[in-house]
């Protein structure tokens, strides 16, 4: 499994969300039908609307997005910076991930999480 986490320093989180939602990506969790978020405990917090959910992000926490009931993505924003975790993801995986980013014209960096800010 891959530690890598994808930083778009280019764009806002706001953005970010468009951008995966056009490649396929929901805030909406397809097993719990909830949108859900992580704050700073680690705890999950249930989120009523994708405006509060952009706003939990802009205010430091992480969310999952999902594509279908098999993929879902860590999203969250250090240091102004949105990101993507690519933790529990194989290497396969990641590699399909940043070309679809590459391919919907994302201007983003990988790091290892370790080296990543924040």
Do not use: C
Request: charged content about 25%; overall charge negative; aromatic content about 8%.
């Amino acid at each position: 499994m891959t530690k890598n986490v994808a930083s778009f320093a280019k764009i806002s989180v706001g953005e970010l969300i468009q951008a995966l939602e056009l490649l396929g990506f929901s805030l909406l969790n397809p097993h719990l039908n909830n949108i859900a978020g992580w704050n700073e405990y680690g705890e999950e917090v249930t989120l009523l609307s994708e405006s509060e959910a952009r706003e939990f992000l802009i205010e430091g926490r992480g969310m999952t997005v999902w594509r279908g009931r098999e993929t879902d993505l860590f999203v969250s924003v250090a240091h102004g910076v949105p990101r993507i975790s690519f933790r529990g993801h194989t290497e396969q995986e990641e590699i399909e991930l940043v070309e679809e980013f590459s391919k919907a014209k994302l201007a983003f960096s990988v790091d290892h999480e370790d080296e990543a800010h924040g």
